[in-house]
């Protein structure tokens, strides 16, 4: 096999902070600024009795040219170098693991917390696009997931916690610092050019450290991404779409996966607490709020394609039927078995006449190249391999047997 693995201590293991006030630093703990936001890092320089442009030129040493160490901030005073070292530090999460495939995808577990801590993963698929190579990073921004949703490895590890914005943006952080690692401090750039919220967890219930980490990715004085590079993906925390109508413009997709709410009900559970209806009319107030916008004239839907479970003709029919009024694009994804999978992957065929029943009807409609099968790229395979830490899976294998049992019966 061609995949590397290596393990590796790039930084500490300590736990990563969530961006704080002075107030809260103690001789011990130092601030970590990797994850503030413009506004948060201003307010920590003013509170300092610094000008807050500072903020802005030590956003650019960190995100821009990837540097950890103040004294390589040129453009900064020593004096304020040597304060800020004794105070601040520049920590991106442990990387224990890093993955790179043979067709380019790479992938990093990442340890988050205290002790042995916990375990996320980062993807990063490159693909060759018209408009150049297009570097998509696949970021998480949960330990696990509490959503349970019946074909999804990360679910299957129940929720341990909310990832703060240093543990978000240094996800980020590190995948473009992968590439810029031997390069001299002043010809770094940046590397990634998308950002899916889609790794482990729901970004929707995490929803003040996702928006504070976007905020970053679109900052000029950050990462400086376009707003339809960087792409929320939910399972369908409708209060929470309609809250990110007012805080921010990124790109929106909705992992559908089951195109009437019997069916979506046993493959994504929350959607008995906001069901279909309510999902697409929050869909539809999304973009409307902003039509002309490129980032919002459609949302992406996302529909992970289970043999015998999901892929028939008549759920084609009903696909067509729900999205006829909801400007999209259709990503049809070959679903990724895990150990212990509940279910089979689509046959090519299937999929293929799948596409064409939505192609024919209007819909751009797509298949999502399965990328990086050697290193587990598929969301909390890895994770799930280093560590299973749910204790639950036997009960779980038992579970979507009977789940399996019934949706095949029914299929
Ligand atoms: S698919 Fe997403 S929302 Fe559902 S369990 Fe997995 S990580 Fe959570």
């Known amino acids: 096999m061609s995949t590397e693995v290596v393990a590796v201590s790039a930084v500490s293991a300590e736990q990563q902070q969530s961006p704080s006030a002075p107030a809260q630093q103690n001789a011990v703990e130092k601030v970590n600024l990797l994850g503030m936001s413009r506004p948060q890092m201003e307010k920590f320089f003013e509170d300092m009795g610094e000008k807050k442009f500072r903020a802005g030129q030590v956003m650019k040493w960190i ?20 304060k800020l070292e004794k105070i601040c530090e520049i920590k991106a999460p442990e990387v224990v693991h890093k993955n790179y495939s043979k067709d380019g995808t790479r992938k990093w577990v990442f340890r988050v917390g205290d002790g042995e801590g916990s375990l996320v993963e980062t993807v990063l698929i490159p693909a060759e696009h018209r408009s150049g190579l297009r570097c998509t990073l696949c970021i998480s921004s949960q330990v696990g997931c509490a959503l349970d949703c019946s074909f999804c490895s990360t679910g299957k590890q129940g929720f341990q916690r909310d990832l703060n914005q240093a543990e978000i943006i240094g996800q980020l952080w590190m995948a473009n610092y992968s590439y810029m690692e031997d390069v001299p401090v002043l010809e770094r750039e940046r590397s990634v050019t998308n950002v899916v ?25 950050a990462y400086g991404m376009s707003k339809r590079r960087v792409t929320l993906s939910t399972s369908g925390v409708v209060p929470k779409i309609d809250q990110m109508v007012k805080d921010i413009d990124v790109a929106l997709a909705i992992s559908l996966h089951a195109p009437n709410d019997e069916l979506r009900n046993k493959l994504v559970p929350i959607n008995k607490k906001y069901p279909l209806e309510q999902l697409i009319a929050a869909c539809k107030r999304y973009i409307e709020k902003d039509g002309n916008e490129s980032s919002r004239k459609h949302v992406t839907i996302e529909y992970v394609m289970l043999d015998g479970v999901n892929d028939h003709p008549e759920h084609a029919q ?7 009024n909801l400007p999209s694009k259709i990503n049809l994804i070959p679903f990724n078995p895990f150990p212990h999978a509940p279910y089979g992957r689509s046959s090519r065929n299937r999929i293929i006449s799948f596409q064409k029943t939505l192609s024919d009807a209007g819909f751009v409609c797509t298949i999502r190249q399965t990328r990086g099968d050697d290193i587990d790229a598929a ?3 890895l994770v799930g391999q280093v560590a299973d830490r749910t204790r639950r899976a036997e009960q779980w294998k038992k579970k979507v047997a009977q789940q399996n049992e019934i949706l095949r019966s029914q299929g």
């Not at 482990?200 to 976007?214: C, Q």
């Not at 009903?318 to 006829?324: A, E, F, G, P, V």
């Open 63 to 82: 995100h821009q040219f990837f540097v950890t160490d103040f004294a390589e901030m040129t453009n900064i005073s020593g004096k304020l170098r040597e």
């Open 197 to 221: 919220m889609m790794g482990m967890g729901e970004p929707l219930l995490n929803y003040d450290a996702v928006l504070n980490s976007m905020r970053t990715m679109l900052d000029d004085f």
């Open 318 to 324: 009903q696909m067509i039927k729900l999205l006829k």
């Open 379 to 381: 969301c909390g395979q």
